[in-house]
């Protein structure tokens, strides 16, 4: 499914195919009710004006439409009407993300699927009927054979038949209400994403493997979620799974309530039944319940997920799950997804022109007053490619007075936002180790721009080898960035996102009000004769570009 798809004007949510002679005048109508009974907007070809042209208008009705239900029924392949619909249908499914969902009526999936019994007699007419255009109906037969392959209802497993008309109604409202609720709070956010999540999906579909698990990393606000709820809404809209779960914030909800209460929302999820009803006496993870989900083709999405061991008990045994099934991870720590992800995608920052985009789609309404783009590019320079530190000032910016832009930049320059530093911290505040956390500190007031990895180990070395590993797990936890090797040597360069820098000196500045950072100076301490050295090289090897932090002694 494209971004484009998302600002579509459609006019129906849902368009109905089926077969006249079939269903017209009793399944068909029963459900078209239903649906109007629930201000579902439905279209029929009752309602065909008189001397509409059919097929553009049945082509323009398909592609106004959020949902096509498709009713197969016994008589529906001997309509070429119906056929030509249905391929259709599935073309703006392919171009335009229409959801699909087939319904089989009183015939049975295989029967759709094999052109077999009254579907195999049709297509015996058609073939003689079309014996100069044999490649249409080898169009249909791909159609029939690509839609009953998706996710869909046969009408032999709900009795009485109010019973299929009622879950429809259920399934198309539940998919509505993602639909509509990733339409009003998306858009806007997919600026810079696109080409993220074209990637992923392409990851995501390349695979041969039973079950693929897709890791997502990257820095704190730079669009994980965002990323995961698009891809969450167009996999499952895809009508290709039968089961679909979303678990929000998981570090959040593990520190809370444990990881039985997450094993459970998700079983239960997966096996359609309530939260707080008892799965069995043997617990979530049974072997019953493994089975019972193994038999299904799941989606999964794991939302900040920050430790090993909420992965490995929420994925144990989905191995086994049946073909096709597919787990999403996001993470800020990419030791997490080492050992179970079969891809690690990391998020990059926005780039310059991206970020501008982002920037004034939020920042700029009707009633805003003009500023001076060199200010715009002070606020660009300061979020740096971060989606979230961007539409939390635009938005604070918004419609705010010259006067005002220039005071909150001003204060930028000394006080970090707190809402961008309350997302960011959580990755500092998750380093289990103080001595990891030192190296941070060290680190963000030590260097204002990149550096590389040898130069960073020679002067943080106090003698032991642990600044190595400090440093990688900095790394994995996307406080520090790798960004290449450097040009002149075989050695890795790193950098600090600004926003972070900010941070950990705010943290430094926090532990203590008398502290002061003095950046830049070969030799601070010789013209600050009753300042003590706090925080600063260890072995004092390398005071070029340093920055120490200093207090009265």
């Not at 201000?39 to 959020?66: C, V, Y």
């Not at 809402?419 to 103080?434: N, P």
């Not at 003095?518 to 010789?526: I, Q």
């Amino acid at each position: 499914m494209s971004s484009s798809s998302l600002s579509l004007e459609e006019k129906h949510d849902v368009f109905l195919s089926f077969r006249g002679e079939d269903t017209r005048n009793t399944f068909a109508s029963y459900l078209y009710a239903a649906l109007s009974a629930n201000q579902i907007l439905t279209f029929m070809d009752h309602e065909l004006k008189r001397g509409d042209e059919i097929s553009p208008t049945l082509s323009r009705a398909i592609k106004e439409s959020k949902i096509s239900v498709i009713i197969f029924s016994e008589n529906y392949a001997s309509s070429t009407w119906c056929l030509d619909e249905l391929v259709h249908i599935l073309e703006y499914k392919k171009i335009r993300g229409l959801i699909l969902i087939p319904i089989f009526y009183g015939i049975d999936p295989s029967v759709v699927r094999k052109q077999e019994g009254s579907y195999k007699v049709a297509f015996d007419s058609h073939e003689k009927s079309f014996k100069d255009r044999i490649e249409k109906v080898n169009q249909w037969r791909a159609a029939l054979t690509e839609a009953s392959n998706l996710c869909g209802l046969d009408s032999k497993d709900f009795r009485p038949e109010n019973k299929l008309v009622q879950k429809i109604v259920e399934d198309i409202s539940l998919k509505l209400s993602k639909y509509l609720s990733l339409d009003e709070n998306i858009k806007g956010q997919l600026i810079g994403i696109e080409k993220h999540i074209k990637e992923i999906e392409s990851l995501l579909s390349n695979g041969t493997k039973a079950v693929c698990i897709m890791g997502i990393w990257g820095m704190g606000g730079i669009g994980k979620t965002t990323l995961a709820i698009y891809l969450f809404h167009n996999l499952s809209s895809s009508n290709n799974f039968e089961a679909c779960c979303f678990l929000w914030n998981v570090r959040e909800e593990y520190g809370r309530f444990g990881l039985d209460h997450l094993r459970r929302k998700l079983v239960s999820n997966l096996l359609n039944v309530e939260a707080n009803v008892k799965l069995d006496t043997l617990g979530v993870a049974s072997p019953f319940n493994l089975y019972r989900i193994r038999r299904k083709k799941v989606l999964v999405v794991l939302d900040d997920v920050d430790r090993s061991i909420q992965l490995d008990a929420l994925v144990e045994g989905y191995r086994q799950l049946s073909c096709g099934s597919r787990i999403i991870v996001t993470t800020r720590n990419k030791q997490v997804l080492v050992k179970e992800a079969d891809y690690i995608y990391k998020v990059e920052r926005l780039n310059h022109i991206e970020s501008l985009k982002l920037f004034h789609l939020h920042a700029f309404s009707k009633n805003s007053t003009a500023v001076d783009d060199k200010m715009v590019l002070e606020v660009i320079n300061y979020a740096n490619g971060n989606p979230l530190a961007l539409k939390v000032l635009s938005s604070f910016l918004c419609s705010r007075s010259k006067n005002d832009w220039e005071s909150a930049l001003k204060k930028l320059e000394r006080f970090p936002n707190l809402e961008i530093q309350d997302v960011l911290r959580i990755s500092y505040e998750g380093l289990d180790d103080k001595t990891i956390k030192g190296t941070f500190l060290d680190i963000a007031c030590l260097f204002d721009s990149s550096f590389t990895r040898d130069h960073a180990e020679s002067i943080l070395d106090d003698g032991n080898s642990s600044i190595k590993i400090e440093i990688s797990v900095l790394i994995d936890k996307c406080l520090i960035e790798d960004i290449g090797s450097h040009m002149y040597r075989n050695n890795e360069l790193l950098y600090v996102h600004d926003l972070l820098h900010q941070m950990g000196r705010a943290i430094v500045r926090d532990e203590d009000k008398e502290l002061v950072i003095v950046v830049g100076c070969a030799m601070p301490w010789k013209s600050a004769r009753y300042w003590k050295i706090i925080r600063g090289p260890k072995q004092l090897k390398s005071y070029h570009s340093t920055c120490l932090i200093l207090k009265k002694m």
